[in-house]
């Protein structure tokens, strides 16, 4: 069975670092691009971060870029995402997603980050 | 960026009729393989979004056959024959032919 589990969210101060982690299993993670999707509460849902299959290729939306940064360990089956400079506007539900045929067709349940004071 | 517009943003439905739902591209997302590069999702209350289309038509592993999509370009429709209560929660597109990825702002289907 496909499974993708994150961890890693909590309550952060404006400013401040977390490392996201989403571990999978039931299958080949090394064959599938992964992704970072985030929803902020009561919003839609805004893709963040994409990895290629070996990491040698990374795409981030604009508003993180030179924050955050999209990692993956394959031997682990572990995705990762570390977040810096944490802004109020980064408080959201933080999804990794497993790509096939361009479509994100399994998803974590998502962990919350939320950055206040 | 490409914008992805979706439209109505409330769907309210009464069981066993069918419903559609508008997404437009600011873009086309027929790429050079032949294929469309547009996706739907549905979030069920409380849950993580499942996809559901993708390739513009091609429906995802364990999709009811009431779904289905088409369109090819910019316009695109998913439609769902025959509602079910089970249906119910906010329904996303999704273009993947360019980063950065963009999602519709969604559709809510309730019943009536």
């Known amino acids: 069975e496909v499974q993708l589990v994150e961890s890693g969210g909590g309550l952060v101060q404006p400013g401040g670092s977390l490392r996201l982690s989403c571990v999978v299993s039931?299958?080949?993670?090394?064959?599938?691009?992964m992704h970072w999707v985030r929803q902020a509460p009561g919003k839609g849902l805004e893709w963040v971060a994409t990895?290629?299959?070996?990491?040698?290729?990374?795409n981030y939306v604009d508003s993180v870029k030179g924050r955050f940064t999209i990692s993956r360990d394959n031997a682990k089956n572990s995705l990762y995402l570390q977040m810096n400079s944490l802004r109020a506007e980064d408080t959201a539900v933080y999804h990794c997603?497993?790509?096939?045929?361009?479509?994100?067709?399994?998803w974590g349940q998502g962990t919350l980050v939320t950055v206040s004071s | 960026d490409i914008v992805m517009t979706q439209s109505p943003l409330y769907l309210p439905v009464t069981p066993g009729e069918p419903a559609s739902i508008s997404c437009r591209s600011s873009?086309?997302?027929?790429?050079?393989?032949?294929?469309?590069?547009l996706d739907w999702y549905l979030q069920k209350p409380g849950q993580s979004p499942q996809l559901l289309i993708y390739?513009?038509?091609n429906r995802a592993s364990g999709v009811p056959d009431r779904f289905s999509g088409s369109g090819s370009g910019t316009d695109f429709t998913l439609k769902i024959s025959r509602v079910e209560a089970e249906d119910v929660g906010v329904y996303y597109c999704?273009?993947?032919?360019?980063?950065?990825?963009?999602f519709g702002q969604g559709t809510r289907l309730e019943i009536k």
């Open positions: 997603a497993r790509s096939n045929f361009a479509a994100y067709d399994w």
């Open positions: 039931g299958f080949t993670f090394s064959s599938h691009w």
């Open positions: 990895i290629k299959l070996d990491g040698s290729q990374k």
């Open positions: 873009q086309s997302l027929l790429h050079s393989s032949g294929y469309n590069y």
């Open positions: 390739f513009g038509s």
């Open positions: 999704m273009q993947a032919i360019q980063v950065p990825i963009t």
